[in-house]
């Protein structure tokens, strides 16, 4: 569970409560391709619009110690690997080719540092592992991470569970179960609403 106590209530609804898409807790950059998403209506919402919610979303999965403080550059730096490792989902989805110039950016983050964690020592507590600290290093350690699950994802055995969400407008990506192709109970209960409702008039409003 992630803890919110450090995050002011104005913050927190800045955050919509839909539940990670299946298959984005185990995929660290699933859950970065489904950060920037359109809500029903239309609206769209980005968790890593301010070094703050960046901060908060790398906290929150463990790509960043909780006293980082993230800077504009880092927080736009993760928004663009992001903007390339969507079109890198779709292709594989859609069996197209993979975009070169996203293949180049995600090469250039898995490569820019490892994404191992350090070992270190300091008297308070003896032997751990964490990223080196200068934000940059953080951040670049976090885009590494992100950028080595992507290609993990695309590679591995999941690969082909990889899908789109089938409720419009959403446009998150998540790991199939089964027939299931909604990233959420919530889409998933908007898609039946919308076939019911193309029954009962006779109209089909989406494919
Ligand atoms: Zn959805």
Do not use: F, K
Not at 91 to 96: C, F, K, L, V, Y
């Amino acid at each position: 569970m992630r803890t919110m106590s450090r995050v002011t209530p104005v913050e927190q609804s800045a955050e919509p409560a839909l539940p990670p898409a299946p298959g984005a807790a185990q995929h660290p950059a699933l859950d970065l391709a489904n950060s920037a998403l359109v809500l029903p209506g239309g609206q769209r919402a980005d968790l890593l619009d301010t070094p703050g919610a960046a901060q908060r979303w790398l906290v929150d999965r463990g790509l960043a110690p909780a006293d980082a403080e993230l800077r504009d550059t880092c927080a736009s730096r993760l928004r663009s690997l992001r903007e390339r490792i969507r079109p890198l989902l779709a292709s594989r989805i859609e069996g197209r080719p993979a975009p070169a110039d996203a293949l180049a950016a995600v090469n250039e983050a898995l490569t820019l540092v490892p994404a191992a964690l350090l070992l270190q020592w300091s008297p308070e507590h003896g032997l751990y592992r964490s990223t080196a600290h200068p934000t940059t290093q953080i951040v670049e350690h976090a885009l590494a991470t992100l950028a080595a699950d992507a290609a993990e994802l695309l590679t591995g055995p999941d690969a082909d569970r990889l899908t789109a969400c089938g409720s419009a407008p959403c446009n998150r990506y998540l790991l199939r179960h089964g027939r299931r192709h909604w990233c959420s109970t919530r889409c998933g209960d908007r898609a039946r609403a919308a076939r019911a409702y193309a029954r009962r008039t006779g109209r089909t409003e989406e494919d």
